[in-house]
């Protein structure tokens, strides 16, 4: 990407303007639901995108959701209308908080095949593989190194890097397993994607929100990978992807797949993109979403997610067999 420092500056900004409380409401149920609603309708930047790829009309859902509110709902009857009505945007980013419970939806993965069970990886890993921070490691029997990056929440610094391409720089080829890695820190995502480049390569493209409008965004922002000054690896590598891909870890297939020596395998990515906006109902409840989209190098949107270069679903009797069919799949691509 362009600069990590360009992230952060970004996020800050708009955690700044992104955490307001919306005092021109009231205290009741229509006033907390016309507030998220426009909140929403304001400042979340996919409406139109949405509306073209899976019908969203959100001035309908106002007034759906409008018809079920009542002077004597209870809090909690409130909460589950709110859910609700900001379930119909299908994102995963978008979340309701409050003391009792948080509002969301998981259908990115919840719909889907899991394509990972967690058995057949530590299989895989055995009892022997090293550990680098929050990234676990082995050479498998076939000279192929495997690396599981779980989360993009863990850190893990560029001597974890460096230390790892290390001991794997006698295989053949390198598996780099990031299914149900659900994000975290882009700066890790970019630092671990840095080690498969030795030159700057645009990945895709940023905007954000400059307006109350559906459509107010500002010009597209270049992305650029910038290649380690560390240990970087130079064979070929392939990425195991899942539904459960998601946010940062979306961004990280996304940027792999313009790495010359990558293959991306396995399923569709969940998907989710855009750095957050947060801001406050009447109530004291916050809501917390994207307003800033994401595109890939050919200017697609990747909030859907993003197509695998060889899809491989695991398969049951694989299952029954102790088997990794992606795992088996990447190897013998490797091979």
Known sequence: MKHTLFHILLASVLLFMGCTREEQYDDTPEGNLEALWTIIDEHYCFLDYKRDAIGLD?????????????????????????????????????????????????????DYAPNFYQDLQDAYLGTDYKIASSIRYRILDDNIGYVVCGSFSSSFGDGNLDEVFYALRTCNGLILDVRNNSGGDLTLAERLASRFTNERRLVGYMQHKTGKGHRDFSSLEAQYLEPSEGVRWQKAAVVLTNRRCYSATNTFVRDMQCCPLVTVLGDQTGGGSGLPFSSELPNGWSVRFSACPMFDVEKNQI????????????????????????????????Q
């Open 58 to 110: 959100w001035n309908e859902v106002h007034s759906r959701y409008r018809a079920r509110l009542s002077d004597a709902m209870t809090s909690a009857q409130l909460f589950e209308v709110l859910a609700e009505m900001l379930g119909e945007l299908r994102d995963g980013h978008v979340n309701l908080y409050a003391s009792h419970d948080l509002g969301r939806n998981w259908s990115w993965y919840e």
């Open 303 to 334: 909030e859907f997610g993003i197509q695998p270069d060889v899809v491989v679903s695991l398969t049951d009797e694989d299952r029954a067999r102790g088997t990794d069919t992606l795992i088996e799949a990447a190897r013998a691509l490797l």
